[in-house]
């Protein structure tokens, strides 16, 4: 069911709201519907078509529709990192082009007007309708080269622009009337790594864009140009009411809270503290997050952007909140978030590097305040969830010897981390990171083996590595691989080696991520989480996730839960006891357990539990 027809049918109220009545709710329903499945299928256009490994399996990108005045209008089940700023681009275009007309297209990766970083490159175009603008196609896709001068998208050294080196398209015209311009074409092709797959993926978005500007057209011809205008004004209106109806449930509450990065050795010795005041305000409808008083901006690829600020934040909150919330500019006026220039969580101030903007301290900042709105209590809120980004991440690079010795380069996703317990479910197991919310998807094995030269020796689940709670976190995974012949470069970028997921409410925090590189001889060294590691035949790199973290007093996990967990090798036996109180009698080594139900009942029933 639709964002829209469940709103439709829930009838909330709220105060401070527009008026919620819709001139015709049924040509509502279906127009609502209707933009989803044009952003569905922008997305298995990009899906079918990329040409990357972490486009095309990883679903590393995202689409968006936005009206002409700059208002996010349907994202489908695009990453909030790249969806919930994607209006803050589009609305740029008129004010850089005034000679904006049909058959236009724009490139933009500018990570201070609005993106998110630059190695996420956007394609919009803008849809015209009996020569009016009416909406902006949006596409997104995180690329595997950027022209990094290290080879990696995420460049956590960088000092500044300059030194990352990435190539930034700042909203430039790519197509006009509907034809290439070539000398953008080839300004990206000259600066890639492996060309071929940037403009392979180039195309695949600006194909996505222009299908839905193929399907936006039929819409406004099928229901009315006039309807579709109402219909835009009217949906926004009434997302505004539900979110503030649903905030107008929530118990009042102010935080003052912080959460700390991992410390980066040379550049961030003492890691980076992100901090935020949050306010929930239920009598005025209103969340404001004021994020102003962090630090200023730090010399190394670590800062955010205005675009990632502002959207890890709104990623939080809908977390939090429950389903059914639609996911537009409608219901964000209902979260204020304050920002000031020159902040490492803020907006940046050129030169500063916004290389790994979208993951790093953006993934703090939505666990972060996920997990302080579980203080409020009624359901809400999560868990934090694992964000390690080591060698299940790792951007692998180097010459493969079966083509000629022609350059590769690509982003793993191999391994997930284990996501946040909620107050009604354990962490899913296929997390990703907090900023993504679970959407990208983990790389087939197989496909990597035949497109690079890499064997990958196994992926599994690490046993008892997810929070403790009523609700667990969920698992973490090891993953280990090496290079087939010759060398591999291999590009880590991970936190959660030294600052673990915490749980909520009494949850315990999830298993740290860990990187090893290991010898011919078998001998393992450990490596650091941020790092150029180069690895030649007969060498390996072996590394796990974060899993994590736990929801509620794990004394008070169902009990039968625990025992599933045990015989899954999902628990550990001295886990079971120690952290969950249940006495667990049988074999170990034949997996037989039974709960001694008369024992763990005396166990939970002790003194302080």
């Not at 527009?18 to 997305?43: H, Q």
């Not at 010795?269 to 969340?287: N, Q, R, S, W």
């Not at 709105?373 to 964000?387: K, P, Q, V, W, Y």
């Not at 690490?462 to 976190?473: E, H, L």
Request: proline share 5%.
């Amino acid at each position: 069911m639709s964002e829209l027809v469940r709103a439709t049918a829930a009838g909330e109220k709220g105060p401070n709201s527009p008026p919620s009545a819709f001139t015709d709710p049924v040509l509502a329903a279906v127009l609502g519907n209707r933009l989803e499945a044009i952003v569905r299928e922008m997305t298995n256009t990009v899906l079918r078509s990329a040409r990357s490994v972490i486009v095309s399996n990883g679903r590393d990108f995202s689409c968006a529709i936005v009206s002409a005045n700059g208002e996010l209008l349907s994202v489908a089940d695009g990453l909030p990192v790249h969806t919930f700023n994607s209006h803050m681009q589009a609305a740029n275009i008129p004010g850089l082009h005034n000679d904006l007309a049909e058959g236009d297209a724009f490139i933009d990766n500018d990570p201070y007007t609005g993106n998110t970083h630059p190695a996420d490159q956007t394609v919009m175009v803008p849809v015209f309708v009996d020569g009016e603008h009416l909406f902006t196609a949006c596409a997104k896709a995180h690329q595997a080269d950027i022209g990094n001068s290290l080879p990696t998208t995420y460049h956590p050294f960088a000092k500044d622009v300059y030194e990352e080196g990435a190539i930034i398209f700042p909203c430039m015209r790519l197509q006009r009337n509907g034809r290439l311009i070539d000398d953008v074409i080839r300004l990206g092709m000259r600066r890639i790594r492996v060309p071929e797959q940037w403009r392979g993926d180039l195309l695949a978005t600006l194909g996505a864009a222009r299908i839905a500007e193929q399907r936006l057209k039929e819409l406004c011809r099928e229901h009315g140009t006039a309807n579709v205008k109402t219909f835009i004004k009217e949906w926004l209106d009434y997302s505004e009411r539900l979110m503030a109806s649903r905030i107008a449930a929530l118990p009042q509450g102010r935080f003052d809270v912080s959460s700390n990065h991992d410390p980066v050795p040379v550049v961030l010795p003492d890691g980076i503290t992100v901090k935020a005041i949050i306010e929930v305000d239920p009598a005025a409808g209103e969340i404001r997050v004021d994020l102003r008083h962090n630090d200023d901006c730090v010399k190394a690829g670590f800062n955010q952007t205005e675009a990632t600020a502002r959207s890890s934040v709104m990623a939080a909150i809908y977390h939090s909140l429950g389903t059914g919330l639609p996911r537009n500019s409608g219901a964000f006026r209902r979260i204020k978030v304050l920002l000031r220039e020159n902040s490492v969580v803020g907006i940046p101030r050129f030169p500063a590097s916004c290389s790994i903007a979208t993951t790093n301290v953006a993934d703090r900042l939505v666990n972060l305040i996920q997990s302080t709105l579980a203080g409020l209590g009624n359901n809400i809120g999560l868990a934090e969830g694992g964000l390690c980004m080591g060698v299940n991440s790792g951007v692998i690079s180097g010459q493969d010897f079966r083509n000629d010795c022609r350059p590769y380069i690509s982003q793993l996703t191999l391994a997930s981390n284990g996501g946040p317990a909620s107050p009604f479910a354990d962490g899913w197991g296929t997390y990703g990171i907090p900023a993504a919310a679970g959407l990208t998807y983990r790389d087939s094995v197989e496909i990597n083996e035949i497109k690079f030269p890499i064997i990958i020796d196994h992926l599994r689940l690490v046993p008892g590595s997810g929070g403790a709670g009523a609700y667990r976190g969920g698992l973490a995974v090891e993953t280990r691989f090496r290079v087939r012949e010759g060398t591999m470069t291999v590009v880590t970028n991970s936190d959660g080696q030294v600052f673990a997921p915490k749980g909520a409410l009494g949850g315990q925090p999830g298993a740290l991520g860990a990187s090893w590189l290991i010898e011919q001889d078998g001998r393992e060294k450990r490596i650091a989480g941020f790092g150029v590691h180069e690895i030649r035949k007969g060498q390996a790199l072996r590394g796990t996730t974060n899993g994590g973290g736990g929801f509620g007093d794990p004394a008070k996990r169902d009990t039968a839960l625990v025992l599933q967990d045990v015989v899954e090798a999902r628990e550990t036996v001295e886990r079971a006891h120690s952290l969950y109180q249940v006495v667990l009698t049988g074999d170990a080594k034949a997996g037989t357990f039974a709960i001694d139900h008369l024992r763990t009942a005396r166990l939970r029933g002790a003194p302080g539990n």
